[in-house]
């Protein structure tokens, strides 16, 4: 009532992690398997995109005292979740008038990739949907400044590790991840723009039991 919102160490600390939740990096579902006392939308409204960084500025003692991990996904097919959510499935206004102008020439993902200029893609890179996974978990000197990662594509592997670690049960998860199609103009955006994000992916994706802890 008074427009004020809950701020996200509200959320950590019922359960003293805090999962940062980096767009298109299926952040709905972990809400709702990491903070169980709360409805995934609500967790999911309450814990929106925050980088780490927003994070350690908003509350530096009580962040750099919770232990941290985030999700890691694969660029590519993130690169197309992001804009086919954008493009033909977000409820939300803001997305709807951000695709209806910045995506307005591509009618397919495929037209995207193999139309997409130098210049509107550096604009596009700035929107939280096509944001390089490392700007969510890194300092402004790109330094990570999370405590574990992990990868989608293997999270029940990697969940379960992270989980048993801080002494939570998250086990037991059904995951069906999406095929990584391999495409030369895909992977030409990928490595022009998203190069640390697909390093730091295939370490933690190639790590044991999916998971790994930063030092």
């Keep these: 009532m008074t427009g004020?919102?809950?701020s996200p160490f509200s959320l950590y600390a019922s359960e003293d992690v805090a999962f940062i939740h980096?767009?298109?990096?299926?952040?709905?579902?972990?809400?709702?398997?990491?903070?169980p006392q709360f409805a995934p939308e609500a967790s999911t409204r309450i814990n929106a995109h925050h980088s780490a960084q927003y994070l350690?500025?908003?509350?530096?003692?009580?962040?750099k005292k919770t232990k941290k991990f985030a999700i890691l996904r694969n660029p590519?097919?993130?690169?197309?979740?992001?804009?086919?959510?954008?493009?033909?499935?977000?409820?939300?206004e803001t997305d709807k008038v951000f695709a209806e102008t910045a995506l307005a020439d591509f009618d397919s993902f495929e037209t995207f990739c193999a139309n997409v200029s130098d210049?509107?893609?550096?604009?596009?890179?700035?929107?939280?949907?096509?944001?390089?996974?490392?700007?969510?978990?890194?300092?402004?000197?790109?330094?990570?400044i999370v405590d574990a990662l992990t990868v989608s594509e293997r999270?029940?592997?990697?969940?379960?590790?992270?989980?048993?670690?801080?002494?939570?049960?998250w086990s037991g998860i059904d995951i069906k991840p999406s095929s990584i199609q391999s495409d030369p103009i895909v992977g030409d955006i990928v490595d022009r723009y998203y190069s640390?994000?697909?390093n730091l992916w295939a370490l933690?994706?190639?790590?044991?039991?999916?998971?790994c802890w930063v030092e």
Aim: hydrophobic residues 35%; proline residues 5%; contains cysteine.
């Design 56 to 63: 350690n500025l908003l509350d530096s003692h009580t962040f």
């Design 204 to 211: 933690a994706n190639n790590a044991p039991r999916a998971s």
């Design 155 to 169: 999270m029940d592997e990697g969940l379960h590790s992270i989980g048993e670690t801080l002494g939570k049960d």
């Design 119 to 144: 210049s509107t893609f550096k604009e596009l890179i700035k929107w939280p949907h096509f944001q390089p996974q490392i700007s969510f978990i890194c300092d402004m000197h790109g330094t990570l």
């Design 22 to 35: 980096i767009p298109k990096n299926a952040g709905t579902f972990i809400n709702g398997i990491v903070y």
């Design 196 to 198: 640390a994000d697909l």
């Design 4 to 6: 004020r919102k809950t």
């Design 76 to 92: 590519i097919t993130r690169l197309r979740s992001a804009f086919d959510y954008l493009k033909f499935k977000t409820p939300f």
